[in-house]
């Protein structure tokens, strides 16, 4: 089969005004181009962005209802499966996931399907086992959402499913506690192509602030929090620093590093 590649048009002249006022070779300039970025602003927060620039994880709909599943399940002690894709993407968010929980002292478990004996996605056997070894809560990661049959299934044994997920949602979806998948249609979240992984850290951070501030309270207001590093705000539907400014990170690894980094603001 003859295949045809459809370019994109070159733009030389604004290649080589980003190239020139980036500092970036004009291939990076044209990549950039290519990829519908054109002027220096949006430019500079695409290469030099930090975790603050993120959309918020309000913006994710069905976020607050997944926290809250996750919340309950913290505090009575369920236990919680993490089930991953087999691939890099589900791979690498049953990892964040399960050593988040861990981190909150979860009773957390995990799955991933053997790719060649249980192909892709959630299968039923799966749920079964999870189900028989005492999971009241299964949490997906990269996939999930055409699970309509297994999400029933565990509904029928008892336990609850969250779906986070990236692929594109069919016309019937499962009926889980709540599903993250920024394709939905009535999502508002910006970022439409992130990986599944990407879900994953959303929902961490959403969940982590929540157990943050529990454990806040518990310790008799937010008063007794010790702060490091800038306050955070929100601004926007991003995290700032409390003064409205994008905090900066640099951490000086050695004496050496420290010096260079004055000798560059110096101008010397």
């Not at 005004?17 to 927060?45: C, D, F, W, Y």
């Not at 913006?59 to 399940?73: F, H, P, S, T, W």
Request: a positive charge; aromatic letters at 6%; glycine letters at 10%.
């Amino acid at each position: 089969m003859k295949k045809h590649w459809s370019l994109k048009k070159e733009n030389p002249k604004l290649r080589e005004k980003l190239a020139k006022t980036l500092r970036v070779s004009p291939i990076t300039a044209q990549l950039l181009i290519n990829r519908g970025i054109e002027n220096e602003a949006e430019a500079s927060q695409f290469l030099s962005s930090t975790l603050f620039d993120l959309p918020s994880p309000y913006l994710m709909k069905g976020m607050d209802r997944a926290v809250e599943r996750i919340k309950k399940a913290l505090e009575d002690r369920e236990k919680i499966a993490i089930y991953g894709d087999y691939d890099v993407d589900g791979v690498t968010s049953t990892a964040l996931f399960y050593t988040f929980m861990k981190g909150l002292g979860a009773d957390v478990t995990y799955y991933n399907p053997d790719r060649m004996k249980e192909g892709y996605g959630v299968n039923a056997d799966a749920v079964r086992k999870l189900a028989a070894d005492g999971v009241t809560l299964i949490i997906s990661g990269d996939c999930g959402i055409t699970a309509v049959k297994e999400v029933e299934e565990a509904r029928s044994l008892g336990v609850d499913f969250i779906v986070t997920d990236h692929h594109k949602p069919p016309e019937e979806l499962p009926n889980a506690v709540s599903i993250l998948n920024p394709q939905l249609s009535d999502c508002k979240y910006p970022g439409k192509g992130i990986t599944g992984v990407g879900v994953v850290l959303q929902s961490r951070d959403r969940s982590q602030a929540r157990s943050q501030g529990r454990r806040i309270l518990r310790k008799g207001g937010a008063q007794s929090r010790r702060v490091s590093g800038p306050r955070r705000a929100r601004h926007g539907g991003r995290l700032r620093a409390a003064n409205g400014r994008k905090p900066h990170f640099r951490q000086r690894r050695n004496k050496e590093d420290g010096e260079s980094e004055a000798h560059r603001r110096s101008g010397a």
